[in-house]
């Protein structure tokens, strides 16, 4: 965490996807899936985030009580690629430092399942990212959850929007459940301590 970040700062958890049942087992909603897990650990239900474009949910992570690190789940409503502005919005709503937004995105170069935490660098292409990034700095924390390459001579746009594979549906529920594990790992004890457990 940066040094100039208060412990006490509320953390602004997101989910990249798009909204609409047609996308919601897409690979490029893999984001919204984290997300919605870590939603049924807190025990809570999304809801409209004032003039932002999101659902948001409020909650704590780690610790039993008043410890608990003080978390801001959400999901753009406003599609992948126009994700920055919501995002925006509710930084500046809940007073977020940068350092403490975390976005969980799919990642292209990654093998499938496979998880890489790291704090800003570049978007790879990535809509959501570039929208955030535009839109406040890259100086957040990335969870990229990995879905491989398109087979053959698929196009990336229609690999990240169809939905993943009976085989890959398979071990699905397993990698978000890890994903999760890494958010919470990440928020509760610090991006090196994520890093070293959840890096494979």
């Given at each position: 965490?940066?040094?100039?970040?208060?412990?006490?700062?509320?953390?602004?958890i997101v989910g990249?996807?798009?909204?609409?049942?047609?996308?919601?087992?897409?690979?490029?909603?893999?984001?919204?899936?984290?997300?919605?897990?870590?939603?049924?650990?807190?025990?809570?239900?999304f809801k409209r985030?004032?003039?932002?474009?999101?659902?948001?949910?409020?909650?704590?992570?780690?610790?039993?009580?008043?410890?608990?690190?003080?978390?801001?789940?959400?999901?753009?409503?406003?599609?992948?690629?126009?994700?920055?502005?919501?995002?925006?919005?509710?930084?500046?709503?809940?007073?977020?430092?940068?350092?403490?937004?975390?976005?969980?995105?799919?990642?292209?170069?990654?093998?499938?399942?496979?998880?890489?935490?790291?704090?800003?660098?570049?978007?790879?292409?990535?809509?959501?990212?570039?929208?955030?990034?535009?839109?406040?700095?890259?100086?957040?924390?990335?969870?990229?959850?990995?879905?491989?390459?398109?087979?053959?001579?698929?196009?990336?746009?229609?690999?990240?929007?169809k939905d993943f594979?009976?085989?890959?549906?398979?071990?699905?529920?397993?990698?978000?459940?890890?994903?999760?594990?890494?958010?919470?790992?990440?928020?509760?004890?610090?991006?090196?301590?994520?890093?070293?457990?959840?890096?494979?």
């Amino acid at each position: 965490m940066d040094v100039t970040t208060p412990a006490s700062a509320p953390w602004l958890i997101v989910g990249l996807g798009n909204p609409g049942p047609e996308y919601s087992m897409n690979r490029h909603n893999v984001g919204f899936m984290v997300v919605d897990l870590l939603a049924e650990r807190i025990g809570g239900k999304f809801k409209r985030a004032g003039k932002a474009q999101a659902q948001v949910l409020e909650g704590r992570i780690g610790p039993v009580g008043p410890d608990g690190r003080r978390v801001i789940l959400a999901k753009p409503m406003s599609y992948m690629n126009l994700s920055g502005g919501p995002v925006n919005a509710l930084r500046d709503f809940y007073k977020v430092p940068v350092a403490n937004v975390v976005a969980v995105h799919d990642e292209l170069d990654i093998d499938y399942g496979t998880l890489r935490l790291k704090l800003g660098g570049g978007d790879n292409g990535h809509n959501g990212l570039k929208s955030m990034t535009k839109a406040m700095s890259a100086d957040y924390h990335r969870v990229r959850f990995g879905i491989g390459r398109p087979p053959g001579r698929m196009q990336v746009a229609d690999f990240v929007l169809k939905d993943f594979s009976s085989t890959e549906r398979k071990e699905l529920d397993y990698f978000v459940d890890r994903a999760a594990d890494s958010v919470e790992c990440l928020v509760t004890e610090g991006l090196e301590r994520a890093q070293s457990a959840y890096n494979s």
